[in-house]
C-alpha cells in the first residue's frame, strides 16, 4: 500500500496544473479562510500563465475542499495507477498524504513552477476555467473546476 499511496502523491503538480488560473499579489499575500477562496475581478482575458497561478493559489486557499476532491477526481479515472485501489483501501491516509505534498507544492514557487510547465488553455476550456475562477466560495470553486482539472490529468 504504501507504493500506492507514493503514487497517489503525484496528484498536486500534475493535477494542479490542470486547473487554469491568474492571482495578483495582493490575493496571494491576503490569507483566505478555509472555506471562502480569494475573489478576483479581472478586466481582461489572462493568459494561460496568469490563470494557473490565480487558479492554483485559489485552490490552495481552499486547501481543504480542494486536496479531497482532487484525490477523488484521480481515483475516478485512476490516475496515476493504482491511486483508485489506494484509495478504496485508505481514502483519508491518501488524503493525509497529499496534504503533506501540496504543502510543498502550494508554495508561491512551487505555483510558478507548474505553470510554467502548463499545457494551453483551448477553447471551452478557458472560459470555463475563468468562470470557476470568479466563484468566491471555495465549495463552488472547487465543483466547478474539478472537472477541467479531470479532463486535463
Known amino acids: 500500500m504504501t507504493r500506492a499511496l ?5 496528484l498536486s503538480t500534475l493535477t494542479i496544473a490542470a486547473v487554469g488560473c491568474e492571482t495578483d499579489n495582493a490575493a496571494a499575500a491576503t490569507p483566505a479562510s478555509p472555506n471562502q477562496a480569494t475573489p478576483h475581478q479581472a478586466s481582461t482575458a489572462p493568459d494561460d500563465h496568469t490563470m494557473c497561478v490565480q487558479g492554483l493559489t ?3 486557499a481552499c486547501t481543504d475542499t480542494y486536496i479531497p476532491a482532487l484525490v477523488d477526481a484521480r481515483a475516478s479515472i485512476d490516475h496515476p495507477a493504482g491511486i ?3 484509495v478504496k483501501q485508505d481514502r483519508d491516509g491518501v488524503i493525509k498524504q497529499a496534504m503533506g505534498e501540496w504543502a510543498n507544492d502550494s508554495t508561491d514557487a512551487s ?3 507548474t505553470c510554467n510547465q502548463m499545457p494551453p488553455f483551448v477553447g471551452a476550456d478557458r472560459d470555463a ?3 470557476c475562477l470568479a466563484q468566491s466560495d471555495c465549495n463552488a470553486y472547487v465543483s466547478c473546476v474539478m472537472p477541467i482539472v479531470t479532463k486535463r490529468l
Open 6 to 10: 507514493a503514487i497517489a502523491l503525484c
Open 58 to 60: 485559489k485552490a490552495r
Open 84 to 86: 483508485a485501489d489506494a
Open 111 to 113: 505555483i510558478e513552477a
Open 129 to 131: 476555467a475563468q468562470g
